[in-house]
């Protein structure tokens, strides 16, 4: 009874509506506008996604930054706008998207700045995001535990603290001329499927999980939970002919993994082939869908995957793409029958307030006993063992503050164009979550797009919790399951306020 009642509170107090107002839905005429820069460095960089350091030694295929601007506007002026960022990156932190809001300040005044919504694709061949040397990390700056430490012997790498400083005027500037491009054109939406994702985490018959597991393994039982096949495209029309478009994929961009070069993943063989279907010159947006237990690698039918793709003479990443290009396809031609320029669009910012996943009194002394062993000596520390070092200084630093601030304050994004609707969070974010606010949408189709305006790491189910493992850990993660369906309650009710009569 007491979790519930507390759940309760939880549901009732989680957002913050005190933002300014946003203005009323409406139709109005659709301009939109493109950018797109490169977000290579000119130097090797430590490389996010994995618990040992890696330094780049060249760039495979090209990482890059994409925006979209969206305005719609009537005879009483703008109604409402949004310029939406995709990263080829691991993540992106909330200090970035503050960052880049004040380098936007003051040379766009017609650009609310609250609207500019910054996602990564979770590539884990992308430049780090953390300094090691940072020393003003918040207890709930998740990606603050995870830095990597680059050899001094090593002065041609680029520091994270340089790279980011990049990275902000590169997105800064391409927020800036995809606005400025901003001309009118149409709109559609379609459904597409692609089978790409995979549920990560092996459960075995005597209750645990492990990410990866054997599946081979007698003691194997079934993968952990669902995977969404759901290909979520937008198109933008000028002329007839498609000049972009935004297309979520419930699966983040990780089949290339632990190599030592960049890349943005089977996303550059997405574009590229998007490209030779429709246009050279042709914008793609890649968001990533909700699926913080997936992954593209096969657990279960490896050798008949190895099999096909020996067969068609291709890499998996490519393969993928071929899959995502297909779904693409088939959603273009239904979409294109159904282009207009007048379009509902609403776009509505909103700051939850979801619980945190509390560390509890035998966690902190356990993760005190971690970090005083460590502590003055973290250069004699493998890898791995700094990062989980780090970890357990984050966790010290969560047990002191959820005395006094028990809540991750989210910054969510919800948009509506016509009968779509597209609702983010900060979050890698288990599958199970995103099908249940799709579930209970009011919108005809739903998009629910993870790692948004900051990236707090995973939100798990209460089953992944009981099964334990990698992201179904406290480690993992700022907000555990409580606050997963106090996502869930208030992601429903603010996409239901937007599909609500007018009065």
């Known amino acids: 009874m007491r979790s519930t009642v507390l759940s309760l509170f939880f549901v009732l107090t989680v957002s913050n509506r005190g933002l300014a107002a946003d203005s009323p839905g409406r139709a109005g005429r659709l301009s939109f506008g493109w950018a797109t820069e490169s977000i290579v460095p000119d ?39 949004a310029v939406w960022v995709s990263c080829d990156l691991v993540g992106i932190r909330r200090k970035t998207v503050e960052n880049v809001r004040k380098l936007i300040a003051g040379s766009l ?69 995809a606005w400025k491009s901003r001309q009118p054109g149409e709109f559609s939406s379609a ?31 079934h993968l952990e939970g669902a995977s969404d096949d759901s290909v979520d495209a937008l198109f ?14 419930y699966c983040p961009s990780q089949a290339v993994e ?33 699926s913080g237990d997936q992954s593209p690698h ?23 793409a071929r899959r995502i290009v297909q779904a693409v396809d088939d959603a273009a031609g239904v979409a294109r029958e159904s282009r207009r320029s007048e379009i509902w669009f609403d776009h509505r910012v909103e700051h939850f307030q979801l619980p945190v996943w509390r ?15 460590g502590k003055g000596k973290t250069e004699l520390l493998p890898s791995p063992d700094y990062i989980n070092w780090r970890v357990n200084r984050t966790m010290i630093g969560r047990y002191e503050l959820q005395k006094t601030d028990p809540f991750y304050h989210a910054e969510i994004h919800a948009l509506r164009l016509d009968d779509l609707a597209l609702a983010t969070n900060p979050f890698e974010l288990y599958t199970d979550y995103g099908l249940r606010i799709k579930a209970r949408s009011p919108a005809t189709q739903t998009s629910v797009v993870q790692l948004t305006a900051d990236c707090p790491a995973y939100l798990p189910t209460e089953r992944a919790v009981q099964g334990g493992g990698y992201s179904g850990r406290i480690d993992d993660g700022v907000v555990g399951p409580e606050g997963g369906r106090a996502l869930v309650e208030e992601t429903s009710r603010l996409l239901k306020a937007m599909w609500a009569p007018a009065n």
């Not at 068609?312 to 993928?320: A, G």
């Open 191 to 221: 459904l597409g499927h692609a089978s790409v994702a995979r549920n990560r985490r092996a459960v075995y018959f005597d209750g645990t999980t492990r990410m990866y597991g054997d599946t081979k393994d007698p003691n194997f039982s």
């Open 359 to 373: 560390v509890s009194e035998q966690r902190f002394a356990e993760s005190s006993a971690i970090f005083n062993a």
């Open 43 to 81: 130097k090797p960089v430590a490389l996010a996604g994995q618990y040992h350091t890696r330094i780049s030694n060249e760039a495979h295929d090209p990482i890059t930054v994409t925006a979209l601007a969206i305005e719609t506007r009537d005879q009483q002026g703008s109604i409402n706008q």
């Open 109 to 177: 005044p017609d650009l609310d700045q609250m609207k500019i919504v910054i996602s990564a694709t979770h590539t884990h061949t992308a430049p780090a995001i953390t300094d090691a040397d940072e020393t003003d990390l918040h207890p709930y700056d998740f990606a603050g535990s995870w830095a990597y430490r680059i050899p001094a012997a090593q002065q041609n790498v680029m520091r994270p603290r340089e790279y980011l400083a990049f990275l902000e005027r590169q997105i800064a500037a391409v927020v800036a001329r």
């Open 298 to 320: 096969v657990q279960v039918g490896k050798s008949s995957t190895a099999s096909m793709l020996k067969r068609r003479n291709v890499k998996y990443r490519q393969e993928i």
């Open 236 to 249: 933008f029309w000028r002329d007839g002919q498609i000049t972009g478009m935004a297309i979520t994929l």
């Open 258 to 290: 632990g190599e030592l070069y960049l890349s943005a993943d089977f996303w550059y063989d997405t574009r590229k082939l998007l490209r030779e279907r429709y246009s050279p010159g042709l914008f793609v947006l890649p968001l990533t869908g909700a």
